[in-house]
């Protein structure tokens, strides 16, 4: 059985020792983990709420590391942000897991209760806040880039978006596409997938989308790669991604290649940013029990670089 919170000794975070009694402490967990944004994110909401006893930080953890880490958290803790590689170790510590961290089969986000560490995924909301933002409403057919762990995240943000229509997998490896596809049939979405060098080589209707998955660098540039260059004449038969909106969920590095290309095919262009502001506000109102409205939002927003 699972140690409960508040069984274990105290650890202290990385970036404070000065606490008071009462302090409601918050942190991010991943390996490497000094590139995370998080910490900005949750403190500029925790300002913008009035949380003055709370304070987040970040702990450089391995899978390995995950559950002696989490068992020796005292009851000051309210919630834990993974990043990788994390996401499939917390089933090992996860009391209960959310129906949308299980059909992801990954979780971003711990959760203290009285009987255990509740488990969530809160990539999903993130992509799908993400994509209102933006104008999207129900996308009349998509195309998801990629077949890792974030392709299941926005297949299941798709399910949750009402997708009309076809979505397509494109991915570098068909095998693989055509496994994930299999995976998740539960979703109810009509599936098909192709070989990523062809995914904009075919008609795309009024209100699609498009969510590239896929990492800075090699990744990003080949899913850029089918798209017009940048020395290539631009004009409306070159922009066959005119009623298009693209989500990039890499955030670092802006505009990526992919981005990039995306834009001068005439697609609206959603930043990682976007998703990854998102995400972070639905993992604060886990943690915090507070509801994060426009001017919070606003505040975590502000604390995010400039693209």
Same mark, same amino acid.
């Given at each position: 059985?699972?140690?409960?919170?508040?069984?274990?000794?105290?650890?202290?975070?990385?970036?404070?020792?000065?606490?008071?009694?009462?302090?409601?402490?918050?942190?991010?967990?991943?390996?490497?983990?000094?590139?995370?944004?998080?910490?900005?994110?949750?403190?500029?909401?925790?300002?913008?709420?009035?949380?003055?006893?709370?304070?987040?930080?970040?702990?450089?953890v391995d899978a390995v590391g995950l559950?002696?880490?989490?068992?020796?958290?005292?009851?000051?803790?309210?919630?834990?942000?993974?990043?990788?590689?994390?996401?499939?170790?917390?089933?090992?510590?996860?009391?209960?897991?959310?129906?949308?961290?299980?059909?992801?089969?990954?979780?971003?986000?711990?959760?203290?209760?009285?009987?255990?560490?509740?488990?969530?995924?809160?990539?999903?909301?993130?992509?799908?806040?993400?994509?209102?933002?933006?104008?999207?409403?129900?996308?009349?057919?998509?195309?998801?880039?990629?077949?890792?762990?974030?392709?299941?995240?926005?297949? &299941?943000? =798709?399910?949750?978006?009402?997708?009309? %229509?076809?979505? #397509? /997998? $494109? !991915?570098?490896?068909?095998?693989?596409? *055509?496994?994930?596809?299999?995976?998740?049939?539960?979703?109810?979405?009509?599936?098909?997938?192709?070989?990523?060098?062809?995914?904009?080589?075919?008609?795309?209707?009024?209100?699609?989308?498009?969510?590239?998955?896929?990492?800075?660098?090699?990744?990003?540039?080949?899913?850029?790669?089918?798209?017009?260059?940048?020395?290539?004449?631009?004009?409306?038969?070159?922009?066959?991604?005119?009623?298009?909106?693209?989500?990039?969920?890499?955030?670092?590095?802006?505009?990526?290649?992919?981005?990039?290309?995306?834009?001068r095919a005439g697609a609206t262009v959603?930043?990682?940013?976007?998703?990854?502001?998102?995400?972070?506000?639905?993992? &604060?109102? =886990?943690?915090?029990?507070?509801?994060? %409205?426009?001017? #919070? /939002? $606003? !505040?975590?927003?502000?604390?995010?670089? *400039?693209?």
């Open positions: 059985m699972r140690r409960q919170p508040g069984r274990g000794r105290q650890l202290l975070s990385d970036d404070r020792s000065d606490r008071q009694p009462g302090t409601q402490r918050a942190a991010v967990l991943g390996s490497p983990v000094a590139h995370s944004l998080s910490p900005a994110l949750h403190r500029a909401a925790y300002d913008a709420l009035g949380l003055d006893g709370w304070e987040y930080g970040r702990h450089e559950a002696p880490f989490v068992e020796d958290l005292d009851d000051s803790w309210r919630g834990l942000s993974l990043t990788m590689p994390l996401k499939e170790a917390a089933f090992e510590v996860a009391d209960e897991v959310s129906e949308t961290a299980r059909r992801c089969r990954a979780i971003n986000t711990l959760v203290p209760t009285p009987a255990g560490w509740v488990g969530d995924n809160t990539d999903v909301h993130g992509i799908v806040a993400a994509l209102h933002a933006a104008g999207v409403g129900e996308p009349s057919t998509a195309t998801v880039i990629g077949a890792g762990a974030t392709a299941r995240s926005a297949l &299941v943000a =798709l399910a949750q978006l009402g997708v009309r %229509g076809e979505v #397509v /997998v $494109a !991915a570098r490896d068909e095998e693989k596409g *055509a496994a994930l596809a299999d995976e998740m049939t539960g979703l109810g979405l009509h599936l098909t997938v192709e070989h990523l060098p062809g995914w904009p080589h075919r008609p795309f209707p009024s209100g699609s989308v498009v969510i590239s998955t896929l990492p800075a660098g090699g990744g990003n540039l080949a899913a850029a790669a089918p798209l017009p260059g940048p020395d290539a004449p631009v004009d409306a038969a070159d922009q066959p991604l005119s009623e298009v909106t693209v989500l990039d969920v890499v955030y670092a590095g802006w505009p990526t290649p992919f981005a990039s290309a995306a834009l959603v930043p990682g940013t976007a998703m990854l502001l998102h995400q972070a506000v639905r993992q &604060v109102q =886990l943690m915090t029990g507070r509801s994060v %409205g426009p001017d #919070v /939002v $606003a !505040a975590m927003a502000a604390a995010l670089p *400039a693209l």
